[in-house]
Each structure stands twice: as structure tokens, then as C-alpha cells.
Nanobody
């Protein structure tokens, strides 16, 4: 499956963005999808994800209550809605997909990343 992440940009503190992860080559229905963030000088970290069942979502403690992951299988797309953005949310955001959600951090299926910059 090929993934294309988009929707990043420059936003002020407290603002919102919605990132999209569009899949091609395979239907995303069979895949769990995770969103990861890599800040400058830091390791990549998980911010949230969604299982094949759209009700199965998980979030990092920092993202909980501010970020929402959802999926539209008809559009073969998974979204990351981010609200109440903070400067520390700045980074490159990647989506990843795998049939096994526990394999997401080590999967081979990654999008190219989209930059999010939160300015204070």
C-alpha cells in the first residue's frame, strides 16, 4: 500500500489542522493506520492511531483530548484532526499502515510526511 500524507502547514498556537493520509494500491479497510510525529532533534513518536474497526482508536497522553483520528473507507483515507495546537506539536507528521496494528512502528508502509509548524 502506498500512502500520501498532506494537510500540514503553519498555524498559530491554539489553532487547528486536519491531516489526511490517502492510500493507493490497496484498500485501507484491511489496515490499521497510525500517525507519528518527529520533532527536530527528536525521535519519531506515535501520536495516535485507528484500527480496522473505526471505533478502535488510541492516542498518546499528549494528544488525548486534542487530536482525533478517523477514517473514511470510501475515500481510502485516514484523518488526523488536531486542535489546541502547541509549539511542541511542531514536527513532521507521518502516517503508517499495517494489517497488524502492533507492527505499525516497524512497518514498511509509510507516507512521505507533512510538516506542521505551530508558531507562538
Amino acid at each position: 500500500v502506498q500512502l500520501q500524507a498532506s494537510g500540514g502547514g503553519l498555524v498559530q498556537v491554539g489553532g487547528s489542522l486536519r491531516l489526511s493520509c490517502v492510500a493507493s494500491g490497496r484498500t485501507l479497510t484491511n489496515y490499521a493506520v497510525g500517525w507519528f510525529r518527529q520533532a527536530p532533534g527528536k525521535e519519531r513518536e506515535s501520536v495516535g492511531g485507528i484500527g480496522q474497526n473505526a471505533d478502535a482508536t488510541n492516542y498518546s497522553d499528549d494528544a488525548k483530548g486534542r487530536f482525533t483520528v478517523s477514517r473514511d473507507n470510501a475515500k481510502n483515507t485516514v484523518y488526523l484532526r488536531m486542535t489546541a495546537l502547541k509549539p511542541e506539536d511542531t514536527g513532521v507528521y507521518y502516517c503508517a499502515a499495517d494489517e497488524d496494528p502492533f507492527r505499525l512502528p516497524s512497518t514498511d508502509n509509510w507516507g512521505q510526511g507533512t510538516q506542521v509548524t505551530v508558531s507562538s
